[in-house]
């Protein structure tokens, strides 16, 4: 069964993949498109999905399907994911954002197959990743993603360089980069002359620089970033977050960030806010709750 055959069927939306079933009836947005009428949790998705019907009637990049994710303690469990629905689409730039404690980063380790659901369907170009073995999530996680944390991550003991081709060195990546390449890009953000300064020499910034370089080493279809601009002042903040979307809309790849900002999330594709491990319908309600 194809992705927009399960959308009807299970009536979901097909853009942003939102489970429809419990709506109020009077909530959800129809619109006929082509002679069929679609079902949409808000203006925004029914608008998105007119000014491209053929993308969104396709299959999504990455597909969570009521995604469960629940921790533990004795007796006691908590549910921290809780039947999470959504759709994102290749070459999007889209932004999970939520008050601490909402999921943002439990979801966004679902996504990078950081870690697993506890049940449901966890989908990466059509193939269910959620069961796959751990050498096989290793492999996929070093070919398609690319990590940018809000903690840089760098060994102290490694020089810029060296740790910008770490993941080269625990991965069979795609095609050779020489040195004078990687050398080019050290350059292009302002670092040509700290390659081979180790982390402590250099400032906040220029370590998330090194991250960045060290994310997109492996040449990743999709980046992922968990509040990469939350340990930097908002000038160099803004400077990390142009050189993100610049990679999304300049080079095609796909970019999901986790954020408590709404002025990140002013600037996505799409917004998935969460509360209490369940998406919001409606997407702009980060508005109200991002902070609270």
Same mark, same amino acid.
């Given at each position: 069964?194809?992705?927009?055959?399960?959308?009807?069927?299970?009536?979901?939306?097909?853009?942003?993949?939102?489970?429809?079933?419990?709506?109020?009836?009077?909530?959800?947005?129809?619109?006929? $498109?082509?002679? #069929?009428?679609?079902?949409?949790?808000?203006?925004?998705?029914?608008?998105?999905?007119?000014?491209?019907?053929?993308?969104?009637?396709?299959?999504?990049?990455?597909?969570?399907?009521?995604?469960?994710?629940?921790?533990?303690?004795?007796?006691?469990?908590?549910?921290?994911?809780?039947?999470?629905?959504?759709?994102?689409?290749?070459?999007?730039?889209? $932004?999970?954002?939520?008050?601490?404690?909402?999921?943002?980063?439990?979801?966004?380790?679902?996504?990078?197959?950081?870690?697993?659901?506890?049940?449901?369907?966890?989908?990466?170009?059509?193939?269910? @990743?959620?069961?796959?073995?751990?050498?096989?999530?290793?492999?996929?996680?070093?070919?398609?993603?690319?990590?940018?944390?809000?903690?840089?991550?760098?060994?102290?003991?490694?020089?810029?360089?060296?740790?910008?081709?770490?993941?080269?060195?625990?991965?069979?990546?795609?095609?050779?980069?020489?040195?004078?390449?990687?050398?080019?890009?050290?350059?292009? @953000?302002?670092?040509?002359?700290?390659?081979?300064?180790?982390?402590?020499?250099?400032?906040?910034? #220029?370590?998330?620089?090194?991250?960045?370089?060290?994310?997109?080493?492996?040449?990743?279809?999709?980046? @992922?970033?968990? #509040?990469?601009?939350?340990?930097?002042?908002?000038?160099?903040?803004?400077?990390?977050?142009?050189?993100?979307?610049?990679?999304?809309?300049?080079?095609?790849?796909?970019?999901?960030?986790?954020?408590?900002?709404?002025?990140?999330?002013?600037?996505?594709?799409?917004? @998935?806010?969460?509360?209490?491990?369940?998406?919001?319908?409606?997407?702009?309600?980060?508005?109200?709750?991002?902070?609270?």
């Amino acid at each position: 069964m194809t992705h927009m055959e399960k959308a009807k069927q299970e009536r979901r939306d097909p853009v942003c993949g939102m489970d429809l079933t419990d709506f109020p009836e009077k909530e959800i947005v129809k619109s006929n $498109v082509g002679g #069929e009428t679609f079902y949409f949790c808000s203006d925004l998705c029914a608008k998105r999905f007119k000014t491209d019907p053929k993308k969104f009637q396709g299959e999504p990049m990455i597909h969570l399907h009521d995604v469960w994710k629940m921790f533990h303690d004795g007796d006691v469990t908590t549910e921290v994911l809780r039947g999470i629905n959504i759709h994102i689409w290749k070459g999007d730039f889209t $932004v999970i954002i939520g008050a601490s404690g909402s999921g943002k980063s439990t979801l966004l380790n679902m996504i990078g197959m950081l870690d697993r659901p506890t049940s449901g369907g966890l989908y990466l170009e059509e193939r269910d @990743i959620a069961a796959t073995s751990d050498d096989e999530r290793t492999i996929l996680r070093s070919e398609m993603f690319g990590f940018v944390f809000q903690q840089y991550n760098l060994s102290p003991w490694l020089t810029a360089y060296d740790n910008v081709i770490l993941p080269r060195i625990f991965a069979a990546a795609r095609g050779n980069r020489e040195r004078e390449h990687i050398e080019k890009h050290f350059s292009d @953000i302002g670092l040509g002359e700290r390659m081979d300064h180790r982390p402590t020499e250099l400032s906040g910034g #220029e370590q998330q620089r090194v991250a960045l370089l060290r994310a997109l080493a492996n040449d990743p279809e999709i980046i @992922i970033g968990d #509040e990469p601009t939350g340990n930097l002042d908002s000038t160099t903040g803004n400077k990390i977050l142009k050189m993100l979307i610049k990679l999304n809309k300049e080079e095609g790849r796909t970019l999901i960030i986790v954020t408590h900002d709404a002025d990140i999330a002013l600037k996505a594709d799409q917004v @998935i806010t969460l509360k209490d491990g369940k998406t919001i319908p409606g997407h702009w309600s980060h508005q109200k709750i991002y902070i609270e």
